[in-house]
Nanobody, 114 residues
C-alpha cells in the first residue's frame, strides 16, 4: 500500500525559503513520475511541479524560477525547494504520483506572512 508523508512546512516571512520533503513507501519514486500539489484556502488542489522518471521537471507558471522539485532515490523521497516565497504561496502542500493518484497524505502547511 502506497503511503506518502509530507513534512517541512511552517511559517515564513515573504522572501524566505522552505524545503519540503515527501517520504514514500509502498512504491519507488525512482520509477514513478511524481508531483507536488497545493491547496490554498477556498481553492481547488492544483499541480505545481512534477518530475519524470528521467528527471525532467516542469513547473506551473506562478512558481517557475522560485521552486525546484528533486528526488533522492536512495531515500525514496521527493523534495520541493521553495525560494522567494510570497503570501500567495500559502497553502497545504501535498505530494503524489503524477498519474493514477495514490491516497493523499496529510500534507504540510506552508504559511507565508507579508
Amino acid at each position: 500500500q502506497v503511503r506518502l508523508v509530507e513534512s517541512g512546512g511552517g511559517l515564513v516571512q515573504a522572501g524566505g525559503s522552505l524545503r519540503l520533503s515527501c517520504a514514500a513507501s509502498g512504491m519507488f519514486v525512482a520509477i514513478t513520475p511524481m508531483g507536488w500539489y497545493r491547496q490554498a484556502p477556498g481553492k481547488q488542489r492544483e499541480l505545481i511541479a512534477h518530475i519524470t522518471t528521467r528527471g525532467t521537471t516542469n513547473y506551473e507558471d506562478s512558481v517557475k524560477g522560485r521552486f525546484t522539485i528533486s528526488r533522492d532515490n536512495a531515500k525514496n523521497t521527493v523534495f520541493l525547494q521553495m525560494n522567494s516565497l510570497k503570501s500567495e504561496d500559502t497553502a497545504i502542500y501535498y505530494c503524489n504520483k503524477l498519474y493514477s493518484l495514490a491516497t493523499w497524505g496529510q500534507g504540510t502547511q506552508v504559511t507565508v506572512s507579508s
